[in-house]
T-cell receptor, first 114, second 112 residues
């Protein structure tokens, strides 16, 4: 019930294409769903996040789509660029900002071809 | 510069030799946490702390200890490391009441 399942494990996209990464969760108590971007040799960095009271959040080329009834959320990267090549992790947290429990997906390695 | 720092960045040790990985943040964050990252498993939370002298187990606490004696520091202690603790370790911190967490650069640990 605490798992967050992420797919695909790896993804290759042409420059200018759309990258889509999916995550599914089981615990309905989760109330914060972030996506992290990690470059080789670096720590994960927050990319974009959503709360379950909205179905979509967009920041530049990055969009989170959230389906509460299906318990799924996805990251869409529009106009993908070679600089977007990185590993992406979805995550889920619960209990409001007053706790520090995080469950991460297993990661998606994205490669954008020039 | 606001940051989370970890030391050492790389460590090779032998089974059973006690080690400590330090973590420090300069953002006055109340909450700090340790994660390990393994291929195919993503990041898994080891321990976290919500304030000085307040710590709690994450999902994979076995074989690890932590302490929080100062707000800025949260060391990770492996009293008797084993090869299955070979991993990439990240420290992170965040403000109480906020969701956003900030990660350190990582410590790559190899236990032979």
């Amino acid at each position: 019930q605490q798992q967050v399942k992420q797919s695909p494990q790896s993804l290759i996209v042409q420059k200018g294409g759309i990258s889509i990464i999916n995550c599914a969760y089981e615990n309905t108590a989760f109330d914060y769903f972030p996506w992290y971007q990690q470059f080789p040799g670096k720590g994960p960095a927050l990319l974009i996040a959503i709360r379950p009271d909205v179905s979509e959040k967009k920041e530049g080329r990055f969009t989170i789509s959230f389906n509460k009834s299906a318990k799924q959320f996805s990251l869409h990267i529009m106009d993908s660029q070679p600089g977007d090549s990185a590993t992406y992790f979805c995550a889920a947290s619960r209990g409001g900002g007053g706790t520090y429990k995080y469950i991460f997906g297993t990661g998606t390695r994205l490669k954008v071809l020039a | 510069e606001a940051q989370v720092t970890q030391n050492p960045r790389y460590l090779i040790t032998v089974t059973g030799k006690k080690l400590t990985v330090t973590c420090s943040q300069n953002m006055n964050h109340e909450y700090m946490s340790w994660y390990r990252q393994d291929p195919g498993l993503g990041l898994r939370q080891i321990y976290y702390s919500m304030n000085v002298e307040v710590t709690d187990k994450g999902d994979v606490p076995e074989g690890y200890k932590v302490s929080r004696k100062e707000k800025r520091n949260f060391p990770l202690i492996l009293e008797s490391p084993s090869p299955n603790q070979t991993s990439l370790y990240f420290c992170a911190s965040k403000l109480a009441g906020r969701y956003e967490q900030y990660f350190g650069p990582g410590t790559r640990l190899t236990v032979t």
